[in-house]
Antibody, heavy 118, light 111 residues
Framework: QVQLQESGPGLVKPSQTLSLTCTVS??????????WSWIRQHPGKGLEWIGYIYNSGTTYYNPSLKSRITISVDTSKNQFSLKVSSVTAADTAVYYC??????????WGQGTLVTVSS | QSVLTQPPSASGTPGQRVTISCSGS????????VNWYQQLPGTAPKLLIYSNNQRPSGVPDRFSGSKSGTSASLAISGLQSEDEADYYCGAWDDSLNGYVVFGGGTKLTVL
């Protein structure tokens, strides 16, 4: 059974960089043919796709966030990561990591709340 | 403002059939698969329907999906109290080098 677990600070100051890591178990990022995604959900709102990465390092990003987003993968640790730079209160959200088939997302982490506040 | 349009709410009584619509455009629903996700209160979303009308293992056949042109629908038959949740449609959008888009979500209430 594939499991994903987000980790990282729950509080980030405005203008700083938000950094999260997703640890994958039950599947190998380096050998599988999946994309590894980040999706967020603002409090009480809908889902917003942030982007995903393939094990080759190829990335696809949401055009509205592209200038501030970096998704990377560490195959040695079976982890992938998200960095969002220059955060504001508008980046406060629950962040989910997930496994994507390329056209649909089949496994999700439990999500982690990140609050941007001084 | 979500790229895909869903009604904000829907409701039904136990045993009823309800449908939730999802409207898009030629660059997303019109040319790509539609997927549906169920989010129970306080939990992460769960894949409910993929490739327009396919159910992952473990999803009851009470849930079905369909697509026509630039619109899609999720149907839930034999409504149960545990179906009360938020439902989201999603699809790949071919514009701007491609990205995933979601609907704003529909809150389903079982009366």
């Amino acid at each position: 059974q594939v499991q994903l677990q987000e980790s990282g600070p729950g509080l980030v100051k405005p203008s700083q960089t938000l950094s999260l890591t997703c640890t994958v178990s039950g599947d190998s990022i380096s050998s599988s043919s999946y994309y590894w995604s980040w999706i967020r959900q603002h409090p009480g709102k809908g889902l917003e796709w942030i982007g995903y990465i393939y094990n080759s390092g190829t990335t696809y990003y949401n055009p509205s966030l592209k200038s501030r987003i970096t998704i990377s993968v560490d195959t040695s640790k079976n982890q992938f990561s998200l960095k969002v730079s220059s955060v504001t209160a508008a980046d406060t959200a629950v962040y989910y990591c997930a496994r994507d088939q390329g056209f649909w997302t089949d496994y999700w982490g439990q999500g982690t709340l990140v609050t941007v506040s001084s | 403002q979500s790229v895909l349009t869903q009604p904000p709410s829907a409701s039904g009584t136990p045993g009823q059939r309800v449908t939730i619509s999802c409207s898009g455009s030629s660059s997303n629903i019109g040319s790509n698969y539609v997927n549906w996700y169920q989010q129970l209160p306080g939990t992460a979303p769960k894949l409910l329907i993929y490739s327009n009308n396919q159910r992952p293992s473990g999803v009851p056949d009470r849930f079905s999906g369909s697509k026509s042109g630039t619109s899609a629908s999720l149907a839930i038959s034999g409504l149960q109290s545990e179906d009360e949740a938020d439902y989201y449609c999603g699809a790949w959008d071919d514009s701007l080098n491609g990205y995933v888009v979601f609907g704003g979500g529909t809150k389903l209430t079982v009366l």
